[in-house]
Structures are given as C-alpha cells and as structure tokens.
T-cell receptor
Framework: QQQVKQSPQSLIVQKGGISIINCAYE??????FPWYQQFPGKGPALLIA?????SEKKEGRFTISFNKSAKQFSLHIMDSQPGDSATYFC?????????????FGSGTQLTVLP | NAGVTQTPKFQVLKTGQSMTLQCAQD?????MYWYRQDPGMGLRLIYY???????DKGEVPNGYNVSRLNKREFSLRLESAAPSQTSVYFC?????????????FGDGTRLSIL
C-alpha cells in the first residue's frame, strides 16, 4: 500500500520552464513533508520541506505548495535549469511509536533540456 | 567532510551467498537507517537503529539482519541472497529518531544477485 502517491513518473521540461511534481497522501497523521533530490550515482539529499500549517514555502527557485484539505502537496521549480535534472522524491513524516516514520513517494525523474 | 560512507559501492552475488553491507557516519548522529531503492517504488525502510544498541524493523525487513556495531557504524547482512534482493541499498543517519531533522544519505551500494 503506497501511502504517498507521486506523479508524474518522469518529466521533461525545456530550460527556463516550470517543473511541477505532485504528491498526495491519505494518512492525516503525517505532519511534515520534505522533498529530496537525488542525482545519478548519489544518495538523496533534502531539498526543501514544509509543515501543514503553511500553504506555501519558497527557497530560491523551489516552491512547495500545500493543500491540507485536499491532502496534496506539490513542488514547483521555476526557471528550470539543466543542472536541476535529477530524481525528486516527496516524503511524509509522522509519529510512529516512540520514533518518527518517513514514507517516500515513488520518485519523479526530471530532465531539463538545454 | 565524509558524512555517510557505504562500502562496497558495487557487488554481484550468486543466489544463496551471504554478504554484509557496511555503513559509517561521522556526524555524531544517534539514529541510522537502511533503505532499498527499486524502480517505481521509491525508498523503502528495511531496518533502523534509534541509538547504539537498539534496532527495529522497517517496512521490508524479511531476508535481512542488521547490527549497530557502535554509534558510527550500522551494517546490513543478507544471509542467503535471493534475486528479489537485487536493488540499490542506501544507508542514512539523522541526529535523532524523534526529530524532523533531515536524513543524510550515503551514495549507495548497487547489489545484483544472479
């Protein structure tokens, strides 16, 4: 059972365009939503994160939009660059026993054409 | 400035063979994690260790064992490898299992089982 659904699986964007990746969740216990970026041959690294008490968070060209009522959140990459070509994972975190559980989406492979 | 170091980077095994994947972190983190990454499946948690001396199962623990050797090192063992365990394995660490601090990932071990 996939608790965090991510789409699209792959995305091709022209340089300068806007890349949009969407995620949806069902479990309302999730209370923290990070995005990870992974370059080929490397491990994922935190890109940006948001809590559900805000609807938007922006860091440079990267913006997370969060819709709590729809249980959806998305990553927008403005002015996409070839260097942004990577796999992007959304994730959701929730309390789990005495720890916190991080659940990842299935990933989106982004290619930005020069 | 090593962060999380995984060895080996690549490995090919035959069905039924055993091996141990090594992971070490130099960030003085308390919690450590093992994930597997498969196409279209995102990252799935195999085992984690909240602190030295403790380990707990994640989403997909069957066929694996772990050892938290000390605060720095967390190993993953495949006792009798199966083709279904062909995957990319990532180790990660975080300051505390209770926090939303980001997980820091190694660069992965690419494991093929024939």
């Amino acid at each position: 059972q996939q608790q965090v659904k991510q789409s699209p699986q792959s995305l091709i964007v022209q340089k300068g365009g806007i890349s949009i990746i969407n995620c949806a969740y069902e479990n309302t216990a999730f209370d923290y939503f990070p995005w990870y970026q992974q370059f080929p041959g490397k491990g994922p690294a935190l890109l940006i994160a948001i809590r559900p008490d805000v609807s938007e968070k922006k860091e440079g060209r990267f913006t997370i939009s969060f819709n709590k009522s729809a249980k959806q959140f998305s990553l927008h990459i403005m002015d996409s660059q070839p260097g942004d070509s990577a796999t992007y994972f959304c994730a959701a975190s929730r309390p789990w026993g005495s720890a916190r559980q991080l659940t990842f989406g299935s990933g989106t492979q982004l290619t930005v054409l020069p | 400035n090593a962060g999380v170091t995984q060895t080996p980077k690549f490995q090919v095994l035959k069905t039924g063979q055993s091996m141990t994947l090594q992971c070490a972190q130099d960030m003085n983190h308390n919690s450590m994690y093992w994930y597997r990454q498969d196409p279209g499946m995102g990252l799935r948690l195999i085992y984690y260790s909240a602190s030295e001396g403790t380990t707990d199962k994640g989403e997909v623990p069957n066929g694996y064992n772990v050892s938290r050797l000390n605060k720095r090192e967390f190993s993953l063992r495949l006792e009798s490898a199966a083709p279904s365990q062909t995957s990319v394995y990532f180790c990660a660490s975080k300051s505390s299992v209770y926090s939303n601090q980001p997980q820091h990932f190694g660069d992965g071990t690419r494991l093929s089982i024939l």
